[in-house]
């Protein structure tokens, strides 16, 4: 009798193990990504106002009550430059998948992480003198790039930014949580200031930022 139970109660702790190997690979793989993780820093909402008036040379000086901007350009942003008394070299512009600014004469700006400020006085520093003696430039922030939202949503992909959305309006907007979802907390990835990828541990309320993704995770209990 005892022979014959033997190989039941193997068979059952066995397929425990296995059923606990299994819950184990999702979770040890959910910690593979090397991203760094940091705590959220809260973000003026002056950061993301446009740039006002400028002054020769690309200097810049708030105007209207508005404060100057610090907000950060990047990829798929869409900007108006103004080049006072150069309709030629006036109007929108993209930056493309790189941060690069395309600008007349000059060439390639490389934008990326420049405030608009810096991008005023790095266009104004190739124009002046071969092209324009002391040129007031203006750089304003028409479209922000969009933010993206991945994991345990119904309808992941980009969408785009709107001021002040916080993590919860963004699960919203992508539809909704799934059944899997783990809803009492998240990961932003969005570069820091140095330039570097990190991911910043958020919760629903936690402000999003232009190009931001929101990560909903998988939960496993």
């Given at each position: 009798m005892l022979a014959d139970t033997f190989p039941i109660a193997f068979m059952r702790r066995w397929r425990l193990l296995w059923a606990m190997l299994a819950l184990a690979f999702p979770l040890a793989a959910c910690e593979t990504d090397p991203t760094p993780i940091v705590e959220d820093s809260p973000s003026a909402e002056a950061g993301l106002q446009l740039t006002s008036t400028s002054m020769p040379g690309g200097r810049s000086r708030a105007g209207s009550g508005n404060a100057i901007s610090d907000y950060r350009l990047g990829p798929n942003d869409r900007t108006r430059i103004i080049v006072f008394g150069q309709p030629g070299l006036t109007g929108e512009f993209v930056l493309d998948g790189a941060g690069v600014l395309a600008f007349p004469l000059i060439g390639s700006v490389p934008a990326n992480g420049m405030t608009p400020r810096e991008l005023q006085q790095a266009i104004a520093a190739k124009l002046d003198p071969q092209y324009l003696r002391d040129p007031?430039?203006?750089?304003?922030?028409?479209t922000r790039r969009p933010f993206y939202v991945l994991g345990e949503v119904q309808k992941p992909g980009n969408y785009p930014y709107v001021t002040g959305i916080?993590?919860?309006h963004a699960v919203a907007m992508a539809g909704g949580y799934t059944y899997r979802a783990?809803?009492?907390?998240?990961?932003?990835?969005?570069?820091?200031?140095?330039?570097?990828?990190?991911?910043?541990?958020?919760?629903p309320e936690t402000i999003i930022r232009p190009g931001d993704t929101l990560e909903v995770r998988e939960r496993y209990f």
């Open positions: 007031n430039v203006t750089v304003e922030v028409l916080t993590a919860l783990k809803t009492t907390g998240y990961y932003i990835k969005r570069l820091n200031g140095d330039g570097k990828m990190v991911r910043v541990v958020a919760k």
